[in-house]
């Protein structure tokens, strides 16, 4: 890079040495000159986005994938666009660094009035709203921006969270030392005497249940501690379940998975298995109403050893800075392993009575349940699955994953849309997987843009447009045939060619269980290609699980 080391390009070195490659955003005159410095690092490449919230879910995604992200937008109107989505990503506990180039310190200084501003000479009114949504915030002065910096990417990685850095546009090229050492130094070793404490008070508890079982969830992806669960669960011999937040967190085709629990919703077996459980070891799990069937969880709060990132809660016994994966190992160590006949474990695999072929109708109509038998064949091993909130993933958190499959979704936050932008991300994140995303016409109509920002970056994922002409969700829980349940229809087949297509992007439109088999095996003939497929279903047709879900909701609301 050309010149002296700046503050930028602490900044941006910092970004590197945490191993992001893509950085998001939109340009603006407060942050352009900062984008010079972005555009010369040797290790990092800027993404463009079509708008400030598509660049929020695209760094979310990205994170998912790779364990940390970063976006770039300007002072104001850019960083209040993208707030929903850094919103997304702390209520789900995704890192990412929301980077805002803002007016210089003079200006801010003399309260002038200045565009992107409200028009009163204050200048801290946005920083401000990010302090609810992020678990760290800076200002960059010339004098405390090294140090500013590593404390607040510290708590983002450490946190999992995002954070806030407001770099006035005369302070990223002031002067600056490079970085004297590592930004995350080796992780301080869990006090023995707590892990010992631990031990001794838990594994009477576990030894002693007679239906001990597992219950995993999204905090597992976050501490990247799928490994460690694997290793503990296949020591135990314990039956698995995850949530769907966690959803493939633990590898569906396993012996000891049971299927993906959601309260008085779950297929019978497994609510059984989960509810009557005299010992449930609870490992990453947030229970919320979208995923528990409106908190109808039928367990008993007393039967839980909670084990979470930074502690594990037994009743009243609470052992800190006692961490997951060290929790696990030290677990799996410590406990015996069961016989297998005596925990008489039917993995979700064969929980189907009278399981048959798959077999085509060619010129049936699609509906709901035979879409989502196909889906099933068509996810592959390693592949990434994004499904958005609604009818997408109500349905595929019914689908069996096959091993190494990851599953993205934002049941907590649910801010439908989140997923197209959210593919940008996944699919730079990781080159080398087939990313499949699930999205229903509503969500599609929000971030549709984004698809233009695909075919820019040349990647090729799979995109599934489930047009069911509007909100079924909505309609499922109220007003199914009310006006403001209803979206303009359009020719989502055609939309790509709109956006830019060339011939690397293939289109295609089904509204028959044969034109679905003809554009899937054209799919995976074409694997160079980034492909779309309009998927034509009733609007009151539904996954039985949401037609449930509605019911539930509705009650909540009343």
């Not at 770039?72 to 850019?78: D, E, I, K, L």
């Given at each position: 890079?050309?010149?002296?080391?700046?503050?930028?390009?602490?900044?941006?070195?910092?970004?590197?040495?945490?191993?992001?490659?893509?950085?998001?955003?939109?340009?603006?005159?407060?942050?352009?000159?900062?984008?010079?410095?972005?555009?010369?690092?040797?290790?990092?490449?800027?993404?463009?986005?079509?708008?400030?919230?598509?660049?929020?879910?695209?760094?979310?995604?990205?994170?998912?994938?790779?364990?940390?992200?970063?976006?770039?937008?300007?002072?104001?109107?850019?960083?209040?666009?993208?707030?929903?989505?850094?919103?997304?990503?702390?209520?789900?506990?995704?890192?990412?660094?929301?980077?805002?180039?803002?007016?210089?310190?003079?200006?801010?200084?003399?309260?002038?009035?200045?565009?992107?501003?409200?028009?009163?000479?204050?200048?801290?009114?946005?920083?401000?709203?990010?302090?609810?949504?992020?678990?760290?915030?800076?200002?960059?002065?010339?004098?405390?921006?090294?140090?500013?910096?590593?404390?607040?990417?510290?708590?983002?990685?450490i946190q999992k969270r995002p954070v806030y850095i407001n770099v006035p546009v005369?302070?990223?090229?002031?002067?600056?030392?490079?970085?004297?050492?590592?930004?995350?130094?080796?992780?301080?070793?869990?006090?023995?005497?707590?892990?010992?404490?631990?031990?001794e008070s838990l594994v009477p508890v576990i030894e002693q249940a007679k239906s001990?079982?597992?219950?995993?969830?999204?905090?597992?992806?976050?501490?990247?501690?799928?490994?460690?669960?694997?290793?503990?669960?296949?020591?135990?011999?314990?039956?698995?379940?995850?949530?769907?937040?966690?959803?493939?967190?633990?590898?569906?085709?396993?012996?000891?998975?049971?299927?993906?629990?959601?309260?008085?919703?779950?297929?019978?077996?497994?609510?059984?298995?989960?509810?009557?459980?005299?010992?449930?070891?609870?490992?990453?799990?947030?229970?919320?109403?979208?995923?528990?069937?409106?908190?109808?969880?039928?367990?008993?709060?007393?039967?839980?050893?909670?084990?979470?990132?930074?502690?594990?809660?037994?009743?009243?016994?609470?052992?800190?800075?006692?961490?997951?994966?060290?929790?696990?190992?030290?677990?799996?160590?410590?406990?015996?392993?069961?016989?297998?006949?005596?925990?008489?474990?039917?993995?979700?695999?064969?929980?189907?009575?009278?399981?048959?072929?798959?077999?085509?109708?060619?010129?049936?109509?699609?509906?709901?349940?035979?879409?989502?038998?196909?889906?099933?064949?068509?996810?592959?091993?390693?592949?990434?699955?994004?499904?958005?909130?609604?009818?997408?993933?109500?349905?595929?958190?019914?689908?069996?994953?096959?091993?190494?499959?990851?599953?993205?979704?934002?049941?907590?936050?649910?801010?439908?849309?989140?997923?197209?932008?959210?593919?940008?991300?996944?699919?730079?994140?990781?080159?080398?997987?087939?990313?499949?995303?699930?999205?229903?016409?509503?969500?599609?109509?929000?971030?549709?843009q984004e698809i233009s920002t695909m075919i820019r970056q040349k990647i090729n994922?799979?995109?599934?447009?489930?047009?069911?002409?509007?909100?079924?969700?909505?309609?499922?829980?109220?007003?199914?045939?009310?006006?403001?349940?209803?979206?303009?229809?359009?020719?989502?087949?055609?939309?790509?060619?709109?956006?830019?297509?060339?011939?690397?992007?293939?289109?295609?439109?089904?509204?028959?269980?044969?034109?679905?088999?003809?554009?899937?095996?054209?799919?995976?003939?074409?694997?160079?290609?980034?492909?779309?497929?309009?998927?034509?279903?009733?609007?009151?047709?539904?996954?039985?699980?949401?037609?449930?879900?509605?019911?539930?909701?509705?009650?909540?609301?009343?």
């Amino acid at each position: 890079m050309s010149g002296n080391y700046t503050i930028g390009r602490y900044l941006i070195d910092r970004l590197a040495e945490l191993g992001i490659r893509d950085i998001f955003g939109v340009p603006g005159d407060y942050n352009l000159s900062f984008l010079d410095e972005i555009m010369e690092h040797p290790s990092l490449e800027w993404v463009g986005n079509c708008n400030e919230l598509n660049a929020a879910y695209a760094a979310d995604g990205y994170a998912r994938i790779h364990g940390i992200s970063a976006l770039v937008t300007t002072f104001g109107v850019g960083e209040l666009s993208a707030i929903n989505g850094i919103a997304g990503s702390y209520a789900e506990q995704v890192p990412v660094i929301k980077i805002t180039g803002s007016p210089s310190t003079k200006v801010a200084r003399e309260g002038r009035i200045v565009h992107h501003t409200l028009g009163d000479g204050e200048f801290n009114h946005f920083s401000r709203m990010y302090q609810e949504v992020t678990v760290a915030q800076t200002t960059l002065t010339a004098s405390n921006a090294t140090r500013e910096i590593d404390r607040v990417l510290k708590a983002c990685w450490i946190q999992k969270r995002p954070v806030y850095i407001n770099v006035p546009v005369d302070i990223h090229s002031q002067p600056a030392t490079p970085p004297a050492e590592p930004l995350l130094k080796e992780e301080a070793k869990i006090r023995s005497e707590r892990l010992q404490q631990m031990l001794e008070s838990l594994v009477p508890v576990i030894e002693q249940a007679k239906s001990p079982v597992i219950l995993a969830d999204f905090l597992v992806y976050r501490y990247h501690a799928e490994e460690e669960l694997k290793r503990f669960a296949e020591k135990v011999g314990f039956p698995v379940a995850t949530l769907s937040m966690g959803k493939g967190a633990f590898n569906e085709e396993h012996p000891q998975f049971i299927g993906v629990y959601s309260g008085k919703t779950s297929a019978p077996y497994l609510k059984k298995r989960i509810d009557e459980s005299d010992c449930i070891l609870s490992i990453g799990v947030q229970l919320t109403d979208s995923i528990t069937g409106g908190f109808s969880q039928g367990f008993s709060g007393d039967t839980v050893i909670h084990i979470n990132p930074v502690d594990v809660v037994y009743h009243d016994q609470r052992f800190q800075d006692v961490g997951m994966k060290e929790t696990l190992n030290q677990l799996a160590d410590s406990l015996s392993a069961r016989d297998k006949s005596t925990l008489a474990i039917t993995p979700v695999t064969e929980q189907d009575a009278n399981p048959s072929a798959f077999y085509v109708e060619t010129d049936q109509p699609l509906i709901q349940k035979r879409f989502w038998d196909m889906m099933q064949l068509f996810i592959q091993k390693n592949d990434i699955v994004i499904a958005d909130q609604g009818t997408s993933f109500f349905g595929s958190e019914t689908v069996p994953l096959k091993e190494h499959v990851t599953f993205v979704g934002q049941p907590l936050w649910g801010s439908i849309g989140y997923t197209l932008p959210a593919l940008l991300g996944t699919q730079l994140a990781d080159r080398t997987r087939r990313n499949i995303l699930l999205i229903g016409d509503g969500a599609f109509q929000l971030t549709f843009q984004e698809i233009s920002t695909m075919i820019r970056q040349k990647i090729n994922p799979i995109i599934f447009v489930i047009n069911n002409d509007g909100y079924t969700v909505e309609r499922s829980i109220h007003g199914p045939e009310q006006a403001y349940n209803d979206i303009q229809m359009w020719k989502y087949a055609e939309i790509p060619a709109v956006l830019g297509a060339n011939e690397n992007v293939k289109s295609y439109k089904a509204t028959t269980e044969g034109e679905l088999e003809d554009a899937l095996k054209d799919m995976i003939a074409h694997p160079e290609s980034l492909r779309f497929v309009e998927v034509v279903m009733g609007k009151m047709d539904m996954p039985e699980l949401l037609s449930e879900l509605g019911k539930v909701f509705a009650a909540q609301n009343d």
